[in-house]
């Protein structure tokens, strides 16, 4: 199969012919028809994450139809259109039969633990545990984005965050993660002030309904928000990941406001001091958010086939998998403005 390869962190980047991937017995493999490029993918190019081994193709929301089912498969069979999150639990962990499977002691992430989906076929393990079937209407460019970047965020708005009408929420990076939770929010009533060092960024999460957009490298950011707020936000969500974006979400929090961290910090990134004093000194909630289980899909594919939420909406550019390498390397200082997509047929 053709696939974006590297042999060494942070070294080039090519489209090359690997093996394809061998079916497992509770898995199943999958004709990827769309992929979504996102950060995580570049820290892991850059070597940030521990679980990657050399050589790697990595990539790790997608959608497709199904091309070989394993014998212990059940649920799914070839032909199916199908998607999954990026972490495939077991579901036989103690922490899977609590049912975290967000969590999971032995999770297998494409793009991560082993090859993953910017190529034309990808594993999906455990696939009756993991496997979400797209809704018809649905595209399935529309479903490779819901694996990693929509549902995190819809989780981390939603479950963690615990949005309710109203609420002032303060949305720290305007990516892919941060547009989504902007529009999430939205629509659950709340308030949003978007924050972002870039306009085209601002000026789309303005679209999406934030009632306001600030610069993130303005000084005067959290007084401002503090001040348009009444005092804090009660829900601030770092999607970006970083110690200056991290202190802003948190200083920007009224008191026993929740603090949502989905952005990764990687490199030497370290935890500033003043976040845990003021978590302690206002009472603040300090959660990470890490994706969402397949069992918690069907409450927002619900409000997503209902009309309340639009994630197609957020997909921006399209490419085919040649400019997939290019578009991968830039993403450390490319200016997002909503998904980008990977057809791996193209």
């Given at each position: 199969?053709?696939?974006?390869?590297?042999?060494?962190?942070?070294?080039?980047?090519?489209?090359?012919?690997?093996?394809?991937?061998?079916?497992?017995?509770?898995?199943?493999?999958?004709?990827?028809?769309?992929?979504?490029?996102?950060?995580?993918?570049?820290?892991?190019?850059?070597?940030?994450?521990?679980?990657?081994?050399?050589?790697?193709?990595?990539?790790?929301?997608?959608?497709?139809?199904?091309?070989?089912?394993?014998?212990?498969?059940?649920?799914?069979?070839?032909?199916?259109?199908?998607?999954?999150?990026?972490?495939?639990?077991?579901?036989?962990?103690?922490?899977?039969?609590?049912?975290?499977?967000?969590?999971?002691?032995?999770?297998?992430?494409?793009?991560?633990?082993?090859?993953?989906?910017?190529?034309?076929?990808?594993?999906?393990?455990?696939?009756?545990?993991?496997?979400?079937?797209?809704?018809?209407?649905?595209?399935?460019?529309?479903?490779?984005?819901?694996?990693?970047?929509?549902?995190?965020?819809?989780?981390?708005?939603?479950?963690?965050?615990?949005?309710?009408?109203?609420?002032?929420?303060?949305?720290?990076?305007?990516g892919g993660v941060g547009l989504s939770a902007v529009m999430i929010a939205v629509a659950a009533g709340?308030?949003?002030?978007?924050?972002?060092?870039?306009?085209?960024?601002?000026?789309?999460?303005?679209?999406?309904?934030?009632?306001?957009?600030?610069?993130?490298?303005?000084?005067?950011?959290?007084?401002?928000?503090?001040?348009?707020?009444?005092?804090?936000?009660?829900?601030?969500?770092?999607?970006?990941?970083?110690?200056?974006?991290?202190?802003?979400?948190?200083?920007?929090?009224?008191?026993?406001?929740?603090?949502?961290?989905?952005?990764?910090?990687?490199?030497?990134?370290?935890?500033?001091?003043?976040?845990?004093?003021?978590?302690?000194?206002?009472?603040?909630?300090?959660?990470?958010?890490?994706?969402m289980a397949a069992h918690d899909y069907p409450g927002m594919l619900a409000r997503i086939a209902a009309?309340?939420?639009?994630?197609?909406?957020?997909?921006?550019?399209?490419?085919?998998?040649?400019?997939?390498?290019?578009?991968?390397?830039?993403?450390?200082?490319?200016?997002?403005?909503?998904?980008?997509?990977?057809?791996?047929?193209?």
């Amino acid at each position: 199969m053709r696939a974006v390869y590297f042999e060494q962190f942070g070294g080039p980047l090519s489209v090359e012919d690997v093996p394809d991937p061998a079916c497992p017995p509770d898995g199943l493999v999958l004709r990827v028809e769309a992929t979504g490029l996102c950060r995580s993918d570049w820290h892991g190019w850059m070597g940030h994450d521990p679980d990657i081994a050399l050589p790697h193709v990595p990539g790790h929301e997608f959608a497709g139809t199904v091309a070989a089912v394993g014998a212990d498969v059940g649920r799914f069979r070839a032909g199916d259109r199908l998607t999954a999150p990026f972490v495939c639990a077991c579901g036989r962990c103690p922490t899977c039969l609590r049912g975290e499977h967000q969590v999971c002691d032995a999770q297998q992430q494409p793009g991560f633990t082993h090859w993953g989906s910017f190529a034309e076929y990808v594993v999906v393990d455990a696939a009756d545990v993991n496997g979400v079937a797209i809704p018809d209407g649905m595209s399935t460019e529309t479903a490779a984005g819901l694996g990693c970047r929509f549902a995190t965020a819809y989780r981390a708005v939603v479950g963690h965050g615990r949005v309710r009408a109203g609420d002032w929420v303060a949305v720290h990076g305007c990516g892919g993660v941060g547009l989504s939770a902007v529009m999430i929010a939205v629509a659950a009533g709340a308030r949003v002030v978007a924050v972002d060092p870039s306009e085209v960024a601002r000026d789309r999460a303005t679209s999406l309904g934030a009632a306001l957009a600030f610069d993130a490298s303005d000084p005067g950011l959290v007084a401002a928000v503090r001040e348009l707020t009444g005092g804090g936000a009660a829900v601030s969500i770092d999607a970006i990941g970083g110690a200056a974006s991290l202190a802003a979400s948190v200083a920007c929090l009224a008191k026993r406001g929740r603090h949502v961290q989905v952005g990764l910090l990687g490199g030497d990134a370290t935890v500033p001091a003043e976040v845990i004093s003021l978590a302690v000194a206002r009472e603040l909630e300090i959660v990470g958010s890490h994706g969402m289980a397949a069992h918690d899909y069907p409450g927002m594919l619900a409000r997503i086939a209902a009309g309340e939420l639009d994630p197609g909406s957020l997909v921006r550019h399209r490419i085919g998998l040649a400019d997939a390498p290019a578009a991968l390397a830039g993403l450390g200082t490319a200016v997002v403005d909503g998904m980008t997509i990977i057809d791996p047929t193209r």
